[in-house]
């Protein structure tokens, strides 16, 4: 979203190649949703921007700990109001909350804050510890223990088994590198096939 004019110039250019050429476009963007407005959300809108993912890693200030804004300023709230902003122009927002002992619970406060919003979607992501984490604010699941735990999650919302084929197919961030015709464009209009 720094970048957001540049998108919609490149969007142009890509959606006006897409038509004269009868190729199938879609565009997702990853963003942590503090420079949601509104004159964004239009400009993602002309650029055929139709899902985004935003991460939320906890509850008020469990989240605010866990992504310190640049300024040091809460930014949970505005976050929320980002994804609401998002939905109401029928961008699908796949809202990633990445669980580890710690914040586990706040999954569930975000699942039922959203419950019945149309065009949000809340799921679960393993939060792996790479890069020795700080202790006091991280407790990262094992494989084994991630996994009891998501499925506890499951069980307890009150899903059935055939519940779970609607709630993956609402999940569409998936590894571009693993995708036919899936890019990924940085900043610098440099082309990845991989985060």
Not at 101 to 124: C, M, P, R, W
Not at 140 to 159: M, R
Not at 164 to 179: E, H, V, Y
Request: proline share 2%.
């Amino acid at each position: 979203m720094l970048c957001i004019q540049s998108i919609a110039r490149w969007s142009k250019g890509i959606l006006r190649f897409s038509e004269s050429h009868a190729v199938e476009y879609a565009s997702h963007i990853i963003t942590n949703g503090s420079l949601v407005t509104e004159k964004n959300v239009a400009l993602l809108e002309g650029s055929k921007i139709s899902n985004a993912q935003v991460t939320i890693d906890g509850w008020g200030d469990m989240h605010d700990k866990r992504r310190p804004s640049r300024d040091g300023k809460p930014k949970f709230d505005l976050i929320l109001s980002a994804v609401e902003l998002m939905a109401k122009h029928g961008i699908e927002v796949s809202i990633r909350v990445n669980a580890d002992i710690n914040n586990l619970s706040d999954y569930q406060k975000l699942a039922d804050y959203f419950q019945g919003t149309e065009n949000v979607y809340v799921h679960i992501g393993h939060l792996r510890d790479y890069e020795a984490l700080p202790a006091d604010i991280f407790r990262c699941f094992d494989c084994e223990g991630f996994s009891k735990a998501e499925y506890e999650i499951f069980e307890k919302s009150g899903y059935t088994i055939e519940d779970l084929d609607n709630i993956f197919s609402k999940r569409r961030m998936f590894c571009g590198a693993c995708t036919e015709n899936s890019y990924v464009i940085d900043d610098r209009c440099n082309v990845y096939k991989c985060w």
